[in-house]
Structure formats: C-alpha cells, structure tokens
C-alpha cells in the first residue's frame, strides 16, 4: 500500500505539474509564439543597424524581430502597406503582425528609417497589450498630448481618425514615444522597458524633421518676400509707366513749340529743356531702381524654385508610388 501510495502521489504531482505548464501555456501563448517566430527570423544587416541605432532595448529588438521586419523596396512595399491617401506618403507599417520599412535612399533624411522602425515596433507592443493596460496607459498618453499637441500634430491626427477609426491611442502610444523628448516620469519609465536609450530615436526624428522644417520655413519666408516685392514692383511699374506717358507728352509738346517758334525768349526755352533734362534723368534713376527690383525678384524667385524643387526630391524620396520607373 505505501508503496501504491506513492505512485498515486507522483501522478498526482505529475497531473499538477502539466496542469501548471497548461496554465503558463494558456497565458502565454503569445509570448511562446513571439518567441518561436523570433528563433525562425534572420535579421537582415539594415534591420540589426536599424535596432541598434534607434537605441531599442534587448525588449524593443525582441517585438521587432518577433514581427520579421523588413527593409522593402518601392515595389515590395506598395505590396505590403496600402497607401490611404494620396496627398500622404506612408514610411511603414505594421501589417499582419509583420513590420514593413520603406528604403528611403536619401542622405539628408538620414535616421528616418530607424524611427519608422521603432514606431512600428510599438505598434506591435500595442496589439499585444491586454485592455487594462491599453486604458491605463492610453490615460497617460491622452495626458501627455494635451501638453505637446500642436496645429501640425492635430492634423496628423485627424489623419489617423480619418483613416484608422479607433487607433487614436495605438497612434499616439507611436508617436510619442519616438518623437517626443521631455516626458512625463511615468510614461517615461514605462518606454524604458522598450528602448535603452529612447533619446537615440527622438533625435534622428528631430534630425531629419528639421530638414523638412527649414525648407518649410525658409520657402515661406521666401513666399511672402515675393508676394509683397511683386506688389511693391506691380506698384512702382504703374507709377513709372504714368511718369513716362506724362513727360514723354510734354518733350513732344516742346518739340512742337520750338519747331513752330513760340518761345518768347532762348532764356525761356533753356529754362523748360533744363526741366524736362532734369525730369528725364529723374525717370532714368526711377527705372533704374525698377530694375533693380525686377532682378533682385527675380532672383529671389530662382531660390523659391530651387527650394521647391529640393522639397519635392524630400517627398519624392519618401513615397514609395512616386518612384521613376527603371529604364530600359
């Protein structure tokens, strides 16, 4: 009997024991399948560049290899992440629980890639967070965006709730942590489990945002240069069109008088040719500062176009239906 005792004892222990392991199983089940699907992913050099640049923690890496993330081409891409409209270029996605970067080969934007990575990264931390989290940390992000919401962030929100109804927090959950420096301490901390230096990553944002904010601001400034310099030379022109109309009148009516003789004396035609000789060299100096104007517009006008060309190569290099088919 004592020795019946004990088998019933073992396979009572045994029964528990996968019992247990059922249980862990049953809880997670995601992590087990994140992990198996880690252990049959091969990073390629541009994604373990990508990981370490954008200062992911060994946590970060983990859900961004867990979703295979890949460096795609234009035509790959186009496959993998449909672009919602068409006025905005998409840079990334995370699509069937895999993450999809654009290519992006531009120099100046360097960093865009290793942002669009970490962003997607957190999306995917997002889709395996259970509800209670999502509401407690969803607080925390709807708090911190009524301190950092700006005109440009609204509207890219209004994009989000146009075209991803109900991914307003899973969006700013992205956003924020990839782009936003000085957090509060909480949400900081909370980030920390994903990035080992969550700053490496807010700065190539602000690297290669800066780009696209100077040109911005630099084009602007050009706009409304122009705007006022062609109102200003739309003015002067008129005015300098009515001066010539009125002098060159009164040459011809002193040409008239002299060749019909009705001066009464040579002092009085002196007189009114030094006048009209003064008038002509004042109209000379008028159209000479015209001039003057026209050109410096002119050549302000190049920069706008020079400008304007260098942000359509910036918006060219980020959208992935923009780019020029191969030749033949």
């Given at each position: 009997?004592?020795?019946?005792?004990?088998?019933?004892?073992?396979?009572?222990?045994?029964?528990?024991?996968?019992?247990?392991?059922?249980?862990?199983?049953?809880?997670?089940?995601?992590?087990?399948?994140?992990?198996?699907?880690?252990?049959?992913?091969?990073?390629?050099?541009?994604?373990?560049?990508?990981s370490q640049r954008s200062g992911l923690s060994k946590n970060g890496e983990f859900y961004l290899y867990a979703s295979h993330a890949q460096i795609n081409n234009a035509a790959e891409f186009n496959?993998?992440?449909?672009?919602?409209?068409?006025?905005?270029?998409?840079?990334?996605?995370?699509?069937n629980r895999n993450i999809y970067i654009y290519d992006v080969n531009n120099q100046e934007l360097d960093g865009i890639e290793e942002v669009t990575a970490a962003h997607e990264?957190?999306?995917?931390?997002?889709?395996?967070?259970?509800?209670?989290?999502?509401?407690?940390?969803?607080?925390?992000?709807?708090?911190?965006?009524?301190?950092?919401?700006?005109?440009?962030?609204?509207?890219?929100?209004?994009?989000?709730?146009?075209?991803?109804?109900?991914?307003?927090?899973?969006?700013?959950?992205?956003?924020?942590?990839?782009?936003?420096?000085?957090?509060?301490?909480?949400?900081?901390?909370?980030?920390?489990?994903?990035?080992?230096?969550?700053?490496?990553?807010?700065?190539?944002?602000?690297?290669?945002?800066?780009?696209?904010?100077?040109?911005?601001?630099?084009?602007?400034?050009?706009?409304?240069?122009?705007?006022?310099?062609?109102?200003?030379?739309?003015?002067?022109?008129?005015?300098?069109?009515?001066?010539?109309?009125?002098?060159?009148?009164?040459?011809?009516?002193?040409?008239?008088?002299?060749?019909?003789?009705?001066?009464?004396?040579?002092?009085?035609?002196?007189?009114?040719?030094?006048?009209?000789?003064?008038?002509?060299?004042?109209?000379?100096?008028?159209?000479?500062?015209?001039?003057?104007?026209?050109?410096?517009?002119?050549?302000?006008?190049?920069?706008?176009?020079?400008?304007?060309?260098?942000?359509?190569?910036?918006?060219?290099?980020?959208?992935?239906?923009?780019?020029?088919?191969?030749?033949?």
């Open positions: 009997m004592r020795h019946s005792s004990r088998g019933i004892i073992f396979g009572s222990a045994l029964s528990i024991c996968f019992l247990a392991l059922g249980v862990l199983v049953a809880f997670n089940n995601q992590y087990l399948l994140d992990q198996w699907s880690v252990w049959q992913y091969q990073p390629s050099t541009g994604v373990q560049q990508i496959t993998n992440c449909a672009r919602l409209e068409t006025n905005n270029a998409v840079l990334g996605c995370y699509s990264m957190l999306h995917a931390v997002w889709d395996r967070m259970s509800a209670g989290d999502k509401k407690k940390i969803g607080d925390m992000l709807e708090a911190e965006y009524k301190k950092i919401a700006t005109p440009e962030l609204e509207a890219r929100m209004a994009y989000y709730g146009r075209n991803e109804s109900g991914e307003r927090q899973n969006e700013l959950h992205s956003i924020i942590g990839t782009e936003v420096s000085s957090l509060d301490s909480a949400l900081d901390k909370y980030y920390s489990k994903y990035f080992d230096d969550r700053q490496k990553t807010v700065a190539l944002h602000t690297k290669y945002n800066q780009v696209f904010t100077e040109l911005s601001n630099e084009s602007d400034s050009l706009f409304n240069e122009l705007t006022a310099s062609g109102k200003e030379i739309q003015d002067l022109s008129f005015a300098y069109n009515q001066t010539v109309t009125k002098l060159s009148a009164d040459i011809q009516s002193f040409n008239d008088r002299a060749n019909s003789g009705s001066f009464e004396s040579v002092s009085q035609f002196n007189s009114e040719r030094a006048t009209l000789v003064a008038r002509t060299k004042q109209v000379d100096t008028q159209r000479d500062e015209l001039n003057q104007k026209i050109t410096a517009y002119n050549d302000s006008y190049s920069k706008y176009q020079a400008l304007t060309v260098h942000r359509e190569t910036l918006i060219r290099s980020i959208d992935s239906t923009l780019v020029a088919a191969p030749s033949l």
